[in-house]
């Protein structure tokens, strides 16, 4: 069981629930590390925990048979994901792999359920988080088909700043070039060059070990 201080660390929405419902929770999770490029999960595997990124940096994506990897979202620190598997009872629909050392917060299926049927906070936060999510996937759809590598990975960093899916984020984003350009599904270079291009431009600056973000705005729109 973890401690409740920890449990309001690591899980947002927690804060919106009452005592008998923290209690629950905290009994029903464990957390779990990961080395960098291990994978966390693999899709067609049963749906047991849903999920909370403790620490590190994660993707969810998907390989095609002709292994041509297709990303779908980055999960930074505060993420939480998977309720729509685990309501449904399905199997995992995706990958995910850690791009750094990564701890994992991990709620088994039991006490999610529980939450969802005793805990209004608890439903009041899922609605806001499908909700947002579907907008998530909705926009993926949009600039992967129809923007340039600059404004998929533009769009890729606005994603990251979603208050509802990743609570607490500062405008410092701690992340490597490279892991933003596989967040993005693009190479290395082209990662660099479009970085370059947004910062020559206004829109975030590039820093040791990470990015910050000077105008969201414009990078949640960059490319239209």
Known sequence: MI??????RIAFWSRELGEREIEVARAGIVEKSYRANECIFVRGDP??????????????????????ATSFA???EGAWFGEGSVLKNEARRYDVVALRDTRLALMDRATFLWLFENSVGFNRFLVGQLNERLGQFIGLLEYGRTLDATAR?????ASLFNPILYPGLTRHLEITQEEIGALSGISRQNANRSLKRLSD?????????????????RLRSYGE
């Open 47 to 68: 749906f047991e925990y849903w999920t909370g990124v403790v620490t590190g940096l994660a993707r969810m994506g998907i390989v095609s048979r002709g292994g041509k």
């Open 74 to 76: 980055g999960l930074t």
């Open 3 to 8: 401690a409740p201080d920890s449990l309001k």
């Open 153 to 157: 990975l533009a769009r890729s960093i």
């Open 201 to 217: 431009e206004g829109l975030l600056r590039l820093e040791y070990g990470g990015v910050t973000i000077v105008d969201l705005d």
